[in-house]
């Protein structure tokens, strides 16, 4: 669910120079005979019935767990990915069993090197852990519930672990770094959409593909991929807490200005603003939207030559917005960062501010800094998430594995983006704008919680307004916002209204009568 900062990871190969030449042509051919006859990545599935109520309706439905072996090309790395899906039983049309009239979701979360957990059992599978009812972490032991919100209700899901995450694995773990990047991740994840389509009879049938966090990014080039390689057209696509343009999270002014409604939403929640600003959140929410577009860029843009009238006049709105001392925003160079507000904005309390959801709070021991010791908002989801899955998937789905569940992986750093973004930003702008244009047909939802300060929903806004599309087209977007962070879907409220909207969404755009 976080983004893993790349870094360099230094391997040195020792190699003796007192082997003679010719042992060494033997031993390459010795290795090469080994690469022929080594093992192919395995294959296991597990075949569940379950019946569930989702939406007031009783549905029978099977659960499967397994494994799917993918190679990008033939003579290429092979890895054996594991997913979850889940098909409605005896769907059928004049009394004759066709899948193919029910719709089908492609669902995984992002990192890079995030399962698909998130998704799965925090808001559209048919089981969800059990938080408090606002989405705070309860004691331990942790449960798993039923889902009566999921969108299992109107279409199929397929919960997809990326490779190196979940139980996914590359066959060779030396070449396992072939898959960790920004293209060997779009092929591998495209091949395992087009196996399971081709193998499971689902080409004909509505087709969706829903990714929170940098599975957004990862949706919007994976759609391009399906439709360039394969002639795999979607229906539609959800874009959950997502990210399309790295450039509107860090690295410039950009960035402050689509942070400042997160910021604002934050502080108001935590009820750190002036009263007229708390009573009528539509009216702050147009507010904030204004001045960080408008007054609040400009300024940014003037740089050192803005003047010291203007100058103050913006320190005291960005005060206003987010409850940060005048003074300290003008230290700060009108500039406040969403790692300083965590630590800021209840420093008085003792307390910091979840990234992922900003309405956690914690006590790091550390409040002399700039910026929090951790995240509270993700300790508060990893022991709940990590506990019902490992025993979800033994006891209840009757999948085995002495695999460690890689919920959020390292073995994926560092991500390489490759040549695709030299001399640019990294961004999926133009993947998204062509399969758009390609596809007309196509519609893009987008879902935002108010208090994530890991993505915001002014930054994605932000990147869907640059599409190179016609703008017609600009009626296939839409959004919706909730109460909560990156995951607003813990808390129960939220995530009935958006497995609603979603299921809507779905309803709306599958084609069937």
């Not at 870094?7 to 190699?15: D, E, K, M, P």
């Not at 990326?162 to 994840?189: C, I, W």
């Not at 795999?232 to 410039?252: A, K, P």
Request: hydrophobic share 40%; aromatic share 10%; proline share 4%.
């Amino acid at each position: 669910m976080k983004f893993w900062s790349p870094f360099l990871l230094g391997l040195l190969l020792a190699t003796s120079s007192l082997i003679a030449d010719e042992e060494k042509k033997d031993e390459g051919g010795e290795k090469e005979k080994a690469e022929e006859k080594s093992e192919p990545a395995e294959e296991n599935e597990s075949v569940t019935q379950h019946t569930g109520t989702f939406g007031g309706e009783e549905i029978q439905y099977s659960a499967t767990a397994g494994t799917m072996v993918i190679a990008k090309r033939e003579k290429e790395p092979k890895a054996s990915m594991f997913y979850v899906a889940y098909t409605k039983d005896g769907v059928a049309k004049d009394g004759v069993e066709d899948p193919k009239i029910r719709p089908i979701v492609f669902c995984f979360n992002g990192g890079p090197g995030s399962s698909g957990v998130w998704l799965h059992l925090g808001g559209f599978g048919p089981k969800r852990v059990q938080m408090t009812e606002d989405g705070m972490m309860p004691a331990p032991p942790f449960r798993l519930g039923d889902n009566p919100h999921s969108i299992l209700k109107v279409a199929d899901l397929v919960f997809i672990d990326p490779v190196s995450t979940g139980y996914s694995r590359s066959q060779d773990e030396k070449k396992a770094n072939e898959f960790h990047g920004f293209r060997g991740d779009l092929d591998s994840m495209a091949e395992f959409i087009r196996l399971y389509t081709t193998r499971n009879g689902r080409w004909l049938s509505p087709k969706f593909l829903a990714g929170e966090s940098y599975g957004a990014f990862r949706a919007a080039g994976l759609a391009d991929t399906l439709h360039d390689k394969f002639g795999l057209y979607l229906n539609g696509i959800v874009l959950v807490s997502g990210v399309l343009s790295f450039d509107t999270l860090w690295g410039s002014d950009l960035a402050y200005v689509t942070f400042l409604p997160a910021l604002c939403e934050t502080a108001a929640y935590h009820k750190k603003l002036s009263d007229d600003l708390l009573d009528d959140p539509a009216a702050r929410r147009k507010a904030v939207a204004e001045f960080a577009k408008g007054d609040y860029a400009a300024a940014l843009l003037q740089g050192a030559r803005l003047d010291e009238v203007t100058r103050e006049a913006v320190a005291t709105q960005v005060s206003r917005f987010t409850g940060i001392d005048v003074e300290m925003v003008k230290k700060h160079d009108l500039r406040i960062s969403a790692s300083f507000l965590r630590e800021e904005l209840l420093r008085e309390e003792g307390l910091v501010l979840g990234r992922f959801d900003a309405r956690v709070t914690g006590r790091d021991g550390n409040l002399a800094g700039n910026s929090p010791g951790y995240d509270p908002s993700y300790a508060a989801v990893f022991g709940p998430f990590s506990a019902t899955l490992n025993d979800y998937v033994r006891r209840d789905l009757e999948f085995e594995s002495d695999l460690v569940y890689e919920i959020l992986s390292s073995r994926v750093r560092p991500w390489d983006y490759g040549d695709a973004f030299v001399g640019q930003p990294i961004n999926v702008i133009s993947q998204l704008s062509s399969v758009m244009s390609e596809n007309p047909n196509l519609k893009v939802m987008v879902n935002c919680g108010y208090q994530d300060l890991a993505t915001p929903f002014s930054a994605i806004e932000h990147s869907l307004d640059h599409l190179s599309i016609d703008s017609s087209l600009l009626e296939n977007i839409e959004y919706t916002y909730y109460e909560g962070g990156h995951m607003m879907y813990t808390i129960e409220k939220s995530n009935a209204e958006w497995n609603a909207d979603v299921a809507k969404f779905i309803e709306e755009n599958s084609g069937l009568e």
